[in-house]
Structures are given as structure tokens and as C-alpha cells.
């Protein structure tokens, strides 16, 4: 079957904003910023962005569009273009070592699963990594998913008008109820449960269905409605009494605020928010024509990206000071702030319903391509051992599994009360790695420990076993007038080559404890 191609550069940003915007803009990014340091980890963020996540998003692109493979297995053949096997040997020491790590730290499960990888990259390379890509999308969807069900709920409650008919009452008053009831909300598993079923349902729609098309079309119209909508929110929040003091707070960074941990933070936020790691953009890059620069591409993405995420910290942070909510209140965040700005507004409801809605589908547009990931892996790996397994069976199993594996995260997600069992086991598993619910420790473990991984793998793959010079040549569009000033792509060599792997390292080892800044 020939392969299409994306029939113009728009199409292709938009197809791969579309991945990347969600519910890491606008739900994640106002938490993690509020919870580290605002301004300072705002900034670190934008570095991390631009200096890393950037590059390694152009060279996923370029395995995409070098091997024009929409599987994973692009790495792998990446690695036999080379014919090194210099990359095999760094992957396998990379997962001793992190073995090592684990060990130290007593987290059981992943000194295993280190040591199973570094016998599987000694065998496979670059292939292998398919594997890790698969489990990775498979761990975030499981509570991504969880995460689209509190959405579904709101355009519910927001439908119903239960939190912005309230008359009489301030936004203050608002927030406090708001931020109670979502405390109380999530504390009730099987309602979670609900919104995680529909949540789900509608991923599983959107790939079996193959309306994929329709929805990316959809959302070409309802992407850009999610930017105005946001400035809308943005103009009222601002004008709160005391709103001022949030957008100091969210755009002045202060050294005191500044620490190792806020790097690794703003870096495993950078990568989920621009969905790598995964080698998701991978397979939008084989589709990519050869008249079309990646670097540019890849900067468009990046910058609608990073300006839906600083405009969802102008709608959520201004409200939050002006109505005296606590910005460090984790993922709750936005489910108090966001009502008491609504609350505010002539025809509140509406707005909040529509509000709701676009993020909905921002979310399932994110969440399509994580099953689409793992579903991709489970189907060539399986073919590959002469198992039938048609597209349907593959996207039916991930389907299923995943379901069953955001069940921790739904009982979790208030604390350990429904689970105590499961908590042993995990704490056992993962030793201090564990981190107060299940939700927070998968959080924690696949943005900061994850994709960084994946993304490291990708920079050396590229920047060492492919070779930055024969890498440029293919960034570049074959139309000469399209292509970037040469001191960018220098710029970008030197960031895949060094800056990328030395600064995940080091993030790495600070973390670990094993080296001391
Ligand atoms: N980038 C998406 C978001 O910000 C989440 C995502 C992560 C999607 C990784 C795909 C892969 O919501």
C-alpha cells in the first residue's frame, strides 16, 4: 500500500500539536508549577523545552522520516543504517547501571526489569526499546484515563450547574467548596470509576472505530476554540481582586525556590507535555514529506505547545491567589480554581461546559495516541513471531489491560485504603520510589524517570550511533528556501550530541542521590 504523506506542513503541526496538547497543558502544568516553585520552575521548564525537548522531538522526527516506518522498529533499523554496534554497548551499560541504582534504593521490581532490558538490548539494540515505549504509554494511559474521567465528571456537574449557580455566594466561598468537593469527589472510587469507564470508552472508540481522521479533523476546528477559550478565562481571572500577585508568581522565577528537584520535575513535564519519549512522534515523521524541515516542524509544535501550557497557568494562577487557594495543591488544582473563575462569569455554565469539552477532546486526541502505541508495539512484535494478531486484537488487548491497570489508579487516587495489599506489594516493588498514592508513584515514575530514559536512548541513538553529520543533511527540507539558518542546526547537533544526554544524566544521578549539587 503506498504511504500517504501529510499534503501540507499544517497538517503535520497539527496532527502533532494535537498529541501533544492535553491534559499536560492544562491540568499538569498549573500543578507542577504551583507545587514547585511557580516563576523559577516556569522558567526552568521553558529551558528544558527549548534546549532539550526540542531537539530530541526533531530527531524523532528524523527516525520517522529516515526509516518510513510507522512502528517502533524504526529504531532498530536506525541502528542497522549505522551498522555500529557502539550504541548496543552504551544501551546495555546504561541498564546495568541503572540496575545498580535500583538495587540501592531497594526498588525490587525495577532493578529486575533494569537487568531483563540490559539482556534484551545486548540481543536486540535499539530494537528492544519498542518495549520499554509500549510499557510506558501503556503506565501513563492507565491514569491519564483517570485524569479524562474527572474532565467527563465536570462537563457533568458543569451541565447540571452544580458549581456555578451558586448566587449570593463570593468566588472565594466557591473555591473552598470547590476544592472540599473535589477532595470528595476523588475520595469516592466508584464515582472516579465512572468518568474513567467513559473516559476509556471513548479512546477505545476513537482507535477501534478508526475515526481517528475524523476526530483530528474535529479537532483542527476545536483545538484553536481551546486558545480562545482559554484567553476568555484568562481576561476574567485577571481582573479578579488580588489577581496580580498570581501572574507575578507565575512568570518571576527567585533563586531560593530553585533545586535539583525542580530541574527533574520541569524536564519529565517537558517531555510528557510534548508526548516524548514514546517514540510517538516517530511515527508522524514517517510521514513527513521530503520537502518539509523538520526543525521547523518541530518548532511549531513546541511553541504551541509551550503556549497552551502558559496560558493555562495565566487562567488557573490569578484566580488562585485572588481567591486565596493554596497553589501547591497538586492535582486538585485546577478543579478549584477553575469553578470560582466560572462562577464569576455571566452564563457561567456555558462557559464552563464548553470549557470542559474542548479539553476533553484536547484529552482523548493525547490519549488516542498513547493506545495507538501500545497497540502498534503488541502487533509488530507479534507478528514478528509468526502470532496472528490483527490490528483489532492488538488495540482489543491493550484495550482491556489498560482498563484493568487504571483500576489501581481509580481506587488510588484519594490514598491506600481501598488497596492496603497493593501498597505493600508496591512499596516492596519500588521502594522509595514509592510516593504517597499509586497515582503520584506512576506519575512520578514514568515522567521523571521514563521518558527521560526513552528520551536519553533517542539522543545517543542519533547523536553517536547515527552521527549528527549524516542527521543533518536529513533535517533539512530538499527545498532549499524552507530550510532554518545554519547556526540552528548546529545549535541542534550540539544539543542531541551533549547538552541532551549530559543534562538527563546528571538529572539522574542528583536524583538518585548519588551525586551531590
Ligand atoms: N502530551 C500529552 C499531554 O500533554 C500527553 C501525552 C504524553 C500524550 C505522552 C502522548 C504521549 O496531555
Not at 506489594?425 to 508513584?441: A, K
Request: glycine residues 10%; proline residues 3%; aromatic residues 12%.
Amino acid at each position: 500500500m503506498a504511504r500517504e504523506n501529510w499534503t501540507s506542513s499544517i497538517g503535520f503541526i497539527l496532527a502533532s500539536a494535537g498529541s501533544a496538547i492535553g491534559l499536560g497543558n492544562i491540568w499538569k502544568f498549573p500543578y507542577m508549577a504551583g507545587t514547585n516553585g511557580g516563576g523559577t520552575f516556569v522558567f526552568v521548564y521553558l529551558l528544558c523545552v527549548f534546549l532539550i525537548g526540542l531537539p530530541v522531538m526533531c530527531s524523532e522526527m528524523l527516525i520517522g522520516r529516515v526509516t518510513r516506518r510507522n512502528v517502533i522498529n524504526a529504531l532498530g533499523k536506525i541502528e542497522l543504517i549505522s551498522s555500529s554496534t557502539f550504541g548496543r554497548n552504551i544501551l546495555c551499560f546504561l541498564a546495568g547501571a541503572a540496575m545498580v541504582l535500583f538495587a540501592s534504593i531497594h526498588a525490587w521490581l525495577l532493578a529486575g526489569a533494569s537487568l531483563i532490558g540490559a539482556v534484551a538490548f545486548a540481543r536486540k539494540g535499539f530494537a528492544a526499546v519498542g518495549w520499554v515505549c509500549a510499557i510506558l504509554s501503556f503506565a501513563i494511559l492507565s491514569y491519564y484515563a483517570v485524569v479524562g474521567g474527572w474532565i467527563v465528571e465536570y462537563i457533568w456537574r458543569s451541565l447540571t450547574a452544580t458549581f456555578t449557580d451558586i448566587e449570593g455566594v463570593t468566588a472565594i466561598e466557591v473555591a473552598k467548596q470547590s476544592t472540599a468537593e473535589f477532595g470528595a469527589y476523588t475520595a469516592n472510587p466508584w464515582r472516579v470509576l465512572i468518568g474513567f469507564a467513559i473516559f476509556m470508552a471513548l479512546t477505545g472508540a476513537v482507535i477501534l472505530g478508526g475515526i481517528q481522521a475524523g476526530i483530528e479533523r474535529v479537532s483542527k476546528i476545536l483545538m484553536p476554540a481551546l486558545f480562545v477559550l482559554l484567553l476568555v478565562v484568562i481576561v476574567r481571572s485577571v481582573t479578579l481582586p488580588g489577581a496580580w500577585e498570581g501572574v507575578v508568581f507565575l512568570l518571576k522565577p527567585t533563586a531560593a525556590a530553585f533545586s535539583p528537584k525542580v530541574i527533574m520535575m520541569a524536564l519529565g513535564q517537558a517531555f510528557f507535555s510534548l508526548s516524548l519519549g514514546m517514540a510517538i512522534t516517530v511515527t508522524y515523521g514517517s510521514y513527513l514529506k521530503r520537502d518539509q524541515s523538520i526543525l521547523h516542524a518541530a518548532g511549531w509544535v513546541g511553541i504551541l505547545d509551550t503556549l497552551a501550557a502558559l496560558l493555562a497557568g495565566l487562567a488557573i494562577f490569578p484566580a488562585v491567589f485572588s481567591v486565596g487557594l493554596d497553589p501547591s495543591a497538586g492535582p486538585g488544582l485546577i478543579f478549584g480554581a477553575l469553578p470560582a473563575t466560572f462562577a464569576t462569569m455571566p452564563l457561567g455554565a456555558i462557559w464552563a461546559t464548553a470549557f470542559f469539552f474542548m479539553l476533553l477532546i484536547a484529552a482523548v486526541t493525547s490519549s488516542a495516541s498513547l493506545l495507538e502505541c501500545t497497540a502498534t508495539v503488541l502487533i509488530e512484535r507479534m507478528r514478528k513471531h509468526h502470532k496472528r494478531c490483527t490490528r483489532r486484537c492488538a488495540v482489543w488487548i491493550a484495550f482491556i489491560t489498560c482498563s484493568l491497570a487504571g483500576l489501581l489508579s481509580v481506587f488510588s487516587t484519594a490514598d491506600w485504603t481501598y488497596l492496603p495489599c497493593v501498597e505493600k506489594g508496591v512499596r516492596w516493588c519500588l521502594g522509595s520510589l514509592t510516593q504517597g498514592n499509586w497515582f503520584d508513584t506512576l506519575d512520578n515514575l514514568c515522567s521523571n524517570w521514563g521518558l527521560p530514559f526513552t528520551a536519553l536512548i533517542i539522543a545517543l541513538l542519533i547523536g553517536w550511533v547515527y552521527g549528527t553529520r549524516r542527521a543533518k543533511i536529513n533535517l533539512l527540507s530538499s527545498d532549499a528556501s524552507k530550510n532554518p539558518p545554519k547556526w540552528l542546526l548546529t545549535a541542534w547537533g550540539i544539543s542531541v550530541k551533549w547538552i541532551a544526554p549530559v543534562a538527563i544524566l546528571i538529572v539522574f544521578l542528583t536524583m538518585s542521590g548519588l551525586l551531590k549539587l
